[in-house]
């Protein structure tokens, strides 16, 4: 309702999805907010935004030293095992730190969700930024080592956009259910690092799918999004074959199901973060 030039806001029902005509008009905050993250985060460090580099650097250098001592046997071996590895490292550190900061959202701008309207969802949207920054600079690095090693991606590079976008889809999925969650139950935030080791360790980002996974448990594991993005950024940037198309329909419903509900729950809990923020 619209009276004397101002928008009254009135109660709504419960269950809806986010308003994006209404996101659209508040675009800009997305990236006033992300720009924001993005200069407190390297404020006072030494080296600065180069953490973006460093920590899949030496993440790489590491489980690929352990490999070889232990004697496993984590890719095919026709790639070298740092570019292999990297070429899973790059969106899972995008998105670790998508859904790291976007679950702390909320509850860091409480005051402001006490003062002035704009759609909640901006938040951890907002949180996208800094992340995109480290994911163009991390990119950058891997395509210096792909160099390095006279590695040319193949055509199907030009997928590679459809991937970005997968992937912002993927870390959005969670960063709506665990950013709401964390506005009522602050022990979620301390729960994400944890999961999120976890996540490594059962997403292919240090070892490809087929040399680790049995056959017989494939189609379970591919009930985790990011197990066929990654083996497809691989793919792209590679030359190596892309999850079966199975495989890949049990990934893309396991995430769309999600997304699905976590913008529902988003949307139905945002009317309380005020009071339990």
Same mark, same amino acid.
């Not at 030039?5 to 109660?11: A, D, E, F, Q």
């Not at 964390?182 to 059962?202: E, K, S, T, W």
């Not at 990654?230 to 396991?254: E, F, K």
């Given at each position: 309702?619209?009276?004397?030039?101002?928008?009254?806001?009135?109660?709504?029902?419960?269950?809806?999805?986010?308003?994006?005509?209404?996101?659209?008009?508040?675009?800009?905050?997305?990236?006033?907010?992300?720009?924001?993250?993005?200069?407190?985060?390297?404020?006072?460090?030494?080296?600065?935004?180069?953490?973006?580099?460093?920590?899949?650097?030496?993440?790489?250098?590491?489980?690929?030293?352990?490999?070889?001592?232990?004697?496993?046997?984590?890719?095919?071996?026709?790639?070298?095992?740092?570019?292999?590895?990297?070429?899973?490292?790059?969106?899972?550190?995008?998105?670790?730190?998508?859904?790291?900061?976007?679950?702390?959202?909320?509850?860091?701008?409480?005051?402001?969700?006490?003062?002035?309207?704009?759609?909640?969802?901006?938040?951890?949207?907002?949180?996208?930024?800094?992340?995109?920054?480290?994911?163009?600079?991390?990119?950058?690095?891997?395509?210096?080592?792909?160099?390095?090693?006279?590695?040319?991606? *193949?055509?199907?590079? @030009? &997928? %590679?956009?459809?991937?970005?976008? $997968?992937?912002?889809?993927? +870390?959005?999925?969670? !960063?709506?259910?665990?950013?709401?969650?964390?506005?009522?139950?602050?022990?979620?935030?301390?729960?994400?690092?944890?999961?999120?080791?976890?996540?490594?360790?059962?997403?292919?980002?240090?070892?490809?799918?087929?040399?680790?996974?049995?056959?017989?448990?494939?189609?379970?594991?591919?009930?985790?999004?990011?197990?066929?993005?990654?083996? *497809?950024?691989?793919? @792209? &940037? %590679?030359?190596?074959?892309?999850? $079966?198309?199975?495989?890949? +329909?049990?990934?893309? !419903?396991?995430?769309?199901?999600?997304?699905?509900?976590?913008?529902?729950?988003?949307?139905?809990?945002?009317?309380?973060?005020?009071?339990?923020?």
């Amino acid at each position: 309702m619209i009276s004397d030039g101002l928008t009254y806001y009135g109660p709504r029902k419960g269950w809806q999805l986010i308003d994006f005509r209404e996101l659209w008009k508040f675009r800009d905050l997305v990236w006033a907010f992300g720009m924001r993250d993005l200069k407190v985060r390297y404020r006072q460090t030494a080296v600065g935004i180069a953490w973006a580099v460093i920590q899949p650097l030496f993440t790489v250098m590491v489980f690929g030293t352990l490999v070889t001592w232990l004697g496993g046997k984590a890719t095919d071996g026709k790639t070298p095992y740092a570019v292999t590895s990297l070429c899973g490292m790059v969106p899972w550190q995008f998105f670790a730190a998508a859904v790291t900061q976007a679950t702390l959202s909320i509850a860091m701008n409480a005051p402001l969700l006490k003062k002035v309207y704009f759609p909640r969802v901006i938040l951890p949207l907002s949180a996208f930024v800094p992340a995109m920054v480290d994911f163009a600079i991390t990119f950058l690095m891997l395509a210096a080592v792909m160099l390095f090693f006279g590695i040319a991606p *193949s055509w199907k590079v @030009v &997928l %590679l956009p459809c991937l970005v976008v $997968a992937t912002v889809l993927c +870390a959005a999925t969670f !960063a709506l259910w665990l950013s709401a969650v964390n506005a009522i139950y602050r022990d979620v935030q301390f729960a994400v690092p944890f999961a999120l080791q976890l996540g490594m360790m059962i997403s292919p980002v240090m070892y490809e799918t087929d040399t680790v996974i049995p056959p017989a448990w494939q189609a379970v594991y591919y009930l985790n999004p990011l197990a066929s993005l990654i083996q *497809s950024y691989r793919a @792209v &940037l %590679l030359g190596g074959s892309m999850p $079966a198309p199975l495989s890949m +329909a049990i990934s893309v !419903a396991s995430m769309m199901i999600l997304l699905l509900g976590g913008m529902i729950y988003f949307r139905r809990m945002e009317r309380h973060f005020a009071d339990l923020a």
